[in-house]
């Protein structure tokens, strides 16, 4: 059982920046693919971005394309969103996902592991 715990979320204004951090318990980051998703209140969480441990491949969902970026610390084990020119519509709990296949995929249903999420709300 892998345990993903994230950091990094809060209170910005419209146009901020944040940078999420996604830890496993294990070390997961150069074989997995790792994913950021998020939901908010009354909506189905969505994919946000993902990156492949193995190969360094990435996707970003076209919502976030061009403000966010997800990197990876292979010696630290740990995963990365840097979100910039947040809007008040990326107000969300983001959650660190895990998948034990390397492929990208961005469906929730073939993420294996997932953390407890960390609030991100951007004040107009």
């Known amino acids: 059982q892998v345990q993903l715990v994230e950091s990094g979320g809060g209170l910005v204004q419209t146009g901020g920046s944040l940078r999420l951090s996604c830890a496993p318990s294990?070390?997961?980051?150069?074989?997995?693919?790792m994913a950021w998703f998020r939901q908010a209140p009354g909506k189905e969480r969505e994919f946000v971005a993902a990156?492949?441990?193995?190969?360094?491949?990435?996707n970003h969902a076209d919502s976030v394309k061009g403000r966010f970026t997800i990197s990876g610390d292979k010696d630290n084990n740990t995963v990365y969103l840097q979100m910039n020119s947040l809007k008040p519509e990326d107000t969300a709990l983001y959650y660190c996902?895990?998948?034990?296949?390397?492929?990208?995929?961005?469906?929730?249903?073939?993420?294996?592991?997932w953390g407890q999420g960390t609030q991100v709300t951007v004040s107009s």
């Open positions: 996902a895990a998948r034990i296949l390397s492929m990208v995929v961005t469906d929730t249903q073939r993420y294996d592991y």
């Open positions: 294990a070390r997961t980051f150069s074989t997995y693919t």
């Open positions: 990156i492949s441990g193995s190969t360094g491949n990435t």
